[in-house]
């Protein structure tokens, strides 16, 4: 197929709210060496994306201005030194932006093979999502078979992605969520208990899932007073994994309780670490997560879709937190 020469993508005009996502036209990428092109069909929508909207999350040095961590589409380009891949496969990728775009250029260490039975619409909702769970919950904090997991923010792309692995891969899970929606939802999925938070306190309710002993490993996006609440919350040896901070990153803690239960307090970004390292966690989803999706185990929650001209309407969507699993934008007419 003939590759045109410029693209419909969404810029950043400036930083600010949802109104600042503008379509505009730029030139088409060129696949380097160890990258494939992809022509979008979908793109996954992420609460990263509406940060670096605010002027809070840059891209990488050398990297797009264009948001958009993860797509869905066919390979119509290679790259030198490109194996395994073909022209006309279809994947999924993780990007380090360019999402929002008719083509993408991605490191072929970054790329997967879209699992049977899901459509590209879900496919394109699986890179940054799964990418994230994996290396924070089970690479980072050691979730096991038969501990237990509690998800802040439950009904998130992330938290239903979590939910189903860790229910899949033999952990029992505890989450939160703002309303009985949102809560009934995530039982549906596997969770065994659901704390509305607006009704009921989520350390008291952990210690009873736990029969006392508190929670293993801690998954947290909303920072503010729930860091001091995690530490009340864990089990001795407990891990507590924060990847966003919605209600605040800088708060007073009483750090003992840490040190007497012997608890790890850490968290990660994925978008500034390695190809090498991005590559790795690639293989470990390819291992044990693809299968379990081509098994029907775990599926994509996808709980609305925008053509890419609304991506601002997405936006919006997004920080209302009105919504349960994830936004995609779809790209290919």
């Not at 490109?82 to 990728?93: K, P, Q, R, T």
């Not at 860091?227 to 007073?252: H, S």
Request: aromatic share 4%.
């Amino acid at each position: 197929m003939s590759i045109p020469t410029m693209m419909r993508s969404i810029e950043i005009v400036e930083s600010g709210g949802p109104e600042v996502l503008s379509e505009t036209q730029r030139p088409v990428p060129h696949p380097t060496n160890g990258e494939v092109l992809i022509q979008i069909h979908a793109a996954g929508v992420n609460r990263p994306d509406c940060i670096q909207r605010q002027g809070h999350y840059a891209p990488p040095e050398g990297v797009t201005d264009i948001p958009g961590l993860e797509v869905s589409g066919e390979i119509i380009a290679l790259g030198e030194g490109v194996s395994g891949f073909n022209i006309g496969d279809m994947v999924c990728a993780l990007v380090a932006g360019g999402g929002y775009a008719e083509y993408v250029t991605a490191p072929i260490e970054q790329v997967l093979t879209v699992p049977s039975g899901l459509s590209m619409l879900e496919a394109a909702a699986l890179p940054e999502t799964c990418m994230t769970v994996w290396t924070n919950v089970f690479e980072r904090a050691h979730l096991a078979p038969d501990e237990t997991l509690m998800i802040h923010g439950g009904s998130s792309g992330i938290g239903t992605t979590a939910i189903q692995i860790a229910s899949a891969l033999g952990s029992r899970v505890i989450i939160t969520a703002g309303n009985n929606e949102k809560c009934q939802a995530c039982l549906n999925l596997g969770a065994e208990r659901a704390v509305n938070y607006r009704e009921e306190d989520f350390v008291a309710a952990a210690k009873d899932f736990s029969g006392g002993k508190g929670i293993n490993v801690i998954l947290d996006m909303v920072g503010g007073e729930y860091i001091q609440k995690n530490i009340k919350a864990a089990a001795p040896d407990g891990r507590i994994v924060n990847i966003a901070f919605l209600q605040g990153a800088k708060v007073e803690v009483n750090f003992m309780p840490l040190m007497l239960k012997r608890l790890t307090l850490t968290g990660s970004t994925l978008r500034s670490q390695s190809i090498s390292r991005k590559g790795e966690i690639v293989r470990h989803l390819k291992k044990t997560v693809w299968p379990l999706i081509e098994a029907g185990r775990i599926k994509p929650v996808i709980f609305k879709e925008f053509p890419l001209n609304e991506a601002k309407e997405a936006h919006e969507l997004m920080e209302s937190s009105a919504h349960i699993g994830k936004i995609m934008l779809r790209v290919k007419k």
